[in-house]
């Protein structure tokens, strides 16, 4: 019986497909990077840019995701790209780091704005994001493994309200008078080594927000019209979310300024004190919480899931690919993952915010993987020359080049001027590394014993 996700079918109209990815890709993020990303930049023009800066990386990298996506459909993504490209080595070296760092720390990252924002509406002394953070991965992790689901009517409901709080932000931000005093500078700073650390820093943060459209790219061949429609779907949909994000920002630079943006921990709730006092707090806080809660349940869902995917590839791990047929969910990859992501929780309390320290632990790891699936587009060409490919990325090989540079670069950055997580990630990283040497060894005693 064939995969049905190696054989999508196309039942996708373009609306579609773009409402999808703006719905992927536009999460709680933008409620907490933007202070991260005011504090490291210098005017309103650098922290207006870098946001567009971010649209225009993440279309550049939507465009190689999709000729990747369409030539090779597969529901391991960029497992099974890295695995054609580069073994099976590597994409075990992936998979490991989905487990230990990058899904394990995109679930620490959402309970954390969870957690910030709830502190704004309940403080619970000085640990309080924390103690949020613990509880709600705790509570979520549960729910799954006793099988409670999130229904899709409940799902789509807390999407709809998620984009009604947007709205409501936009509409106060750009028509409310604004209380601080914002002023545009006339003459952008100068570019320094100390400005361009900062800018570097604030784009591992923005590009954050933007993550989501390579999961998005797997839907090329799901489009009535034909993968070949792919660029306009992508284009346009990281179009629209950068005008979005723009317009967000806009709203809270009115209302709040640059400085007040970089001291806030939770800008919708300070934006929303400064317009409608108590009336409007607890609503942006609540409607936060709900938007991060819906995309947690779904990395929680999804993570255990690749897990499972995992135990059932390698015989070492196989304790994660059990399938609970009664609770209709992978238990043991429910546990560890939420073992794991609890380790990171409680790291992230005792180094610097929690929110920055799992960005910090997580970009590398992210990046290098990111540069990788870039280079394997180059690989596969040369490896599968003559493989049919629904969709071409443009100006090739221009176009895959400057997504390497970026990821370099940005690779770079998250090593150079992020904090003692990136230092852990990297271990953790190496131990896979370790780990994959050892299994593979293993494994050729085991056979060379059968012959």
Not at 175 to 201: D, F, R, W
Not at 406 to 421: A, K, N, W
Request: charged share 10%; net charge positive.
């Amino acid at each position: 019986m064939p995969n049905p996700i190696s054989a999508p079918k196309p039942t996708l109209r373009l609306i579609d497909a773009i409402v999808l990815i703006i719905g992927i890709v536009v999460g709680a993020g933008i409620f907490r990077t933007p202070s991260v990303v005011a504090s490291n930049t210098p005017s309103e023009y650098w922290f207006l840019g870098v946001w567009i800066l971010g649209g225009i990386i993440s279309i550049i990298g939507a465009l190689c995701y999709s000729e990747l996506s369409s030539s090779f459909p597969h529901a391991g993504g960029d497992y099974n790209f890295l695995k054609l490209a580069f073994g099976k080595r590597f994409s075990f070296l992936f998979a490991w780091a989905r487990i230990t760092v990058t899904q394990t720390g995109s679930i620490a990252i959402i309970a954390y704005i969870a957690g910030d924002y709830l502190t704004q509406l309940l403080p619970l002394g000085a640990f309080s994001s924390t103690y949020y953070a613990l509880t709600i991965i705790i509570l979520l992790s549960l729910f799954n493994i006793l099988g409670i689901q999130f229904g899709t009517g409940i799902q789509k409901l807390l999407i709809s309200l998620q984009f009604i709080g947007i709205l409501i932000i936009v509409i106060i931000g750009l028509t409310a008078e604004p209380s601080a005093t914002v002023s545009i500078s006339e003459n952008p700073s100068q570019i320094t080594p100390s400005l361009t650390s900062a800018i570097s820093l604030a784009l591992i943060f923005v590009l954050l927000t933007f993550g989501g459209w390579n999961e998005a790219a797997y839907i090329s061949s799901e489009l009535k019209s034909g993968s070949k429609k792919m660029t306009f779907v992508l284009v346009a949909s990281i179009v629209l979310i950068t005008s979005l994000y723009l317009l967000i920002n806009i709203s809270f630079l009115r209302i709040l300024g640059l400085e007040g943006i970089a001291n806030s921990d939770a800008v919708g709730v300070d934006m929303m004190s400064e317009t409608l006092d108590d009336r409007g707090v607890v609503l942006i806080g609540l409607l936060v919480v709900l938007s991060a809660l819906t995309s947690l349940n779904t990395t929680i869902f999804t993570g255990a899931r690749s897990n499972y995917a995992l135990g059932k590839d390698f015989k070492t791990l196989s304790f994660l690919g059990k399938w609970n047929g009664k609770k209709s969910a992978p238990i043991n990859s429910l546990i560890l993952q939420g073992v794991i992501a609890i380790i990171l929780v409680l790291f992230g309390a005792f180094t610097r915010k929690g929110f920055e320290s799992m960005v910090d632990f997580t970009a590398p790891v992210f990046w290098f993987f990111f540069l990788s699936t870039g280079i394997s587009l180059f690989v596969l060409r040369k490896k599968h020359p003559n493989i049919k490919r629904p969709f071409k990325v443009p100006l090739y090989p221009l176009t895959p080049i400057l997504f390497i540079a970026f990821c370099s670069y940005m690779l770079y950055s998250s090593l150079s001027y992020t904090g003692i997580g990136s230092l852990v990630s990297v271990a953790v990283l190496f131990t896979g590394w370790i780990f994959s040497l050892v299994f593979g060894r293993s494994n050729k005693l085991k056979k060379s014993e059968m012959k």
